[in-house]
């Protein structure tokens, strides 16, 4: 991988990671409700879950979903279906009679399954593996590099989200206030399928 391809794979890694989409508003609002430690698992299943993915793109699936188009609009409708399930989750995560918070983090195993539905992680590793795996080094290799620098690049980005979360925390310190900040988790989450359903 030259000097140049890896200087824009971290530039494209930290920006398309760090900025809204489905697992940050998610980890902002675990870190909301649930604070920034029971969230860590949720975040590490993001990195790890998405750079595991990034490698099997890398590997299999490219070729596949080349050979059937027909499965683009089946990831598309299980997504949408998925996140509008989670968005109603976390706009009922607080009842108006109870201060405490009802359900529990996402696991580490939940959030790196959730990937395979997330319409941003598709376009990151689709785009990554496209354009910045490097092809001199082999399928795998070059799907391992980019796997591999975006897990190094996520984690860090992810956690901002989770941080500002816990930052809300104490102004959301009545019922009122965490329903209202759930419900607009939950209204961006929805929000954030657009680009894929408009594409």
């Keep these: 991988m030259t000097y140049e391809l890896l200087i824009g794979l971290i530039g494209f890694a930290i920006a398309s990671s760090i900025t809204p989409g489905p697992n940050n508003l998610m980890l902002m609002a675990s870190g909301a409700n649930y604070g920034l430690r029971r969230t860590i698992p949720h975040m590490l ?3 790890l879950g ?51 918070v009802e359900g529990k983090p996402f696991t580490f195993l939940q ?24 092809q001199d080094r082999g399928i795998l290799i070059g799907s391992l590099l980019v796997a591999g620098v975006f897990a190094a690049t996520n984690l860090p980005s992810i956690t901002i989200w989770a ?14 206030r965490l329903r209202m900040f759930n419900v607009t988790m939950a209204v961006l989450l929805v929000g954030s399928l657009y680009p894929m359903l408009t594409q």
């Design 45 to 47: 299943g993001i990195s």
């Design 163 to 176: 941080w500002m979360g816990v930052q809300v925390r104490q102004w959301l310190g009545s019922v009122r």
């Design 50 to 100: 998405h750079a595991f993915m990034v490698t099997m793109v890398g590997v299999v699936l490219l070729k596949v979903f080349d050979s059937f188009p027909l499965l683009n609009i089946v990831l598309k409708v299980a997504s949408g279906t998925y996140m509008i399930w989670l968005a109603w989750k976390i706009a009922n995560a607080v009842p108006p009679e109870a201060r405490q």
């Design 111 to 134: 959030a790196a399954a959730f990937q395979w539905v997330n319409p941003k992680a598709w376009f990151m590793a689709i785009t990554a593996i496209s354009a910045y795996a490097p």
